[in-house]
């Protein structure tokens, strides 16, 4: 009886279950309206610095909670995440080198298609290692958002309908030359105006009107690369740094105007790292090592350099509470893969000194998610398809949980949002993954995957974590009260406390009646 009594609460806490999700193969209308969050509007967050700027993240879950995925085509294009929508460009090969990209915006809590946008478009641009569809990530500002194919096609549409507000093409309008891997640069919003990477004989840079597509200004004598410009402020002017050809330089957001440049350790495929006035750059090509530059008064000094230390190729890194975490690819060029030649490095910003190494780690990208004490995690998703999470602290490398969640590769950059993480591979297949689960009760909206049919009762999850159960439904991710999470501790047969999730990297599943399932780590529940 009592067991029955405490399934039935359970149950009844998490209310109806979500219907199913269709497909959505045509473009269609929004029928609720969308809750708006800091989330993950453009190539590397809100800030460009691969760090979530929403509240701290709550309980790490045992494992990763699938809440949806999609197909959308090939490419290494990363998801964005703004106001409800989840937004990734792919591609579909076709005959003679060309094929169709597509633009694709979800719900971000369910997954359905709320409109596409296909176009024709080049399939590959390359020098050397071939890889196939879009390189750069969408940008979303407020009601619209920008994408760019590796052709050059620039689109302007509506977020919230796929409206086309306008369109160009960057060869045919403005004299752009398609670069050697296609247009990689991510659009960046400043102001009114959209900064991009053209690759004219004349305008290396340009800065375009963001409502209708009109010049406003080029900049000659840069070098176009395979990143994007960051967003700084230096000497008391918003600067737009750019990388590529060994050389970084600073170019006045607003004007077009040089501010600095220097010379560098070679090009960055993923662009400069940039922190106020400290400007961290990798070479992408051969072990010709990193450096950290420091613009003051328009002039450039290096606090440090080292020929040999750290080379990244398409692995990015990121600068947290005074060190940089990132992947050190020396040695792998053209390999075409690296499953554990990489190594994920602690460097100290201002001296270059490395705090820890951690081997093996093969090619791979991370953000930061800030936790509720001051500190941080990092989220990584390695080439290889596992999803890490692991404490950002200069002390260790300390793990916290790894989990399989791709096949093939994965080269591009996860989002977060909500305490979910958004990842996508090099095929096209997207996962939306609630991560982290909130101390305090919040509703977590989910949904069954788009594949697949509704259950029917839905299927719901117990989590230990910390001591304490989170029930995780097709509806919310709840925590369980205490009353109720001794006596469901108890039908699981074990009333310990347990120290959660440290150090966990597998999950035992075993269903326990009228569609619940109990979820325990293994390093805190050997039986059931």
Known sequence: ???????????????????????????????????????????????????????????????PQPLWKADVGIGVSSVVVSQGHALAVGHIRGPANRGED????????????????????????????????????????????????????????????????????????????????????????????????????????????????????????????CGSPALTNIDGADCAVFMGGGVVVGVNAA??????????????????????????????????????????????????????????????????????YGFDNTGTDYLGRDGQRSSLKCLQLDTGEVKWVKEKMGWGNLIVAPDRIGGGNLIILREAGDLIVARASAESYQELSRNKIFDGQSWTVPAFSKGRVYCRNNSGQVVCLQLFCPSTPQDVPVAPLAHEPAKSPAT????????????????????VPSIISTALADMLGDRGSSSGYHGSNRNEQKPFGFGLTATRSLTTCNRF
């Open 460 to 479: 719901h999850s117990a989590i230990f974590s910390n001591g304490r159960v989170y029930a995780v439904s097709p509806d919310a991710c709840i925590f």
């Open 102 to 225: 597509t633009v694709y915006c979800f719900d971000a809590d369910t997954g359905k298609v709320i409109w596409k946008y296909p176009y024709e478009c080049l399939s590959c641009k390359t020098q050397d290692v071939r890889f196939y569809g879009p390189r750069s990530t969408p940008t979303v500002d407020g009601d619209f958002v920008y994408t760019l194919s590796l052709e050059g096609h620039l689109f302007c549409f509506e977020t919230n309908s796929g409206k086309i507000i306008w369109n160009k093409e960057l060869p045919r309008d403005y004299s752009g030359r398609i670069p050697v891997y296609g247009y990689c640069c991510s659009p960046l919003v400043y102001g009114k105006l959209l900064i991009l990477e053209l690759n004219a004989e004349q305008s290396s840079y340009v800065a375009l009107d963001k409502s209708n597509g009109e010049v406003i200004w080029r900049f000659a004598g840069g070098h176009v690369t």
């Open 255 to 324: 004007t077009g105007e040089e501010m600095w440049r220097h010379g560098t350790w070679g090009h960055a495929w993923m662009g400069p790292v940039v922190s106020g006035d400290k400007i961290f750059v990798a070479n992408a090509s051969l072990p010709r090592g990193c450096g950290m530059i420091q613009i003051a008064q328009g002039k450039p000094t290096v606090l440090w350099e080292d020929k040999k230390k750290f080379q990244t190729l398409h692995c990015n890194s990121v600068i947290w509470q005074g060190h940089i």
């Open 1 to 63: 009886m009592e067991k029955a009594f405490l399934l039935v609460l359970l149950v009844s806490a998490f209310g109806t279950p979500v219907s199913s999700v269709e497909d959505g193969n045509s473009r269609i209308v929004r029928d609720r309206p969308v809750k708006r969050t800091a989330g993950w509007p453009q190539w590397l967050g809100p800030n460009r610095d691969a760090t979530s700027t929403e509240a701290g993240c709550g309980v790490l879950l045992p494992a």
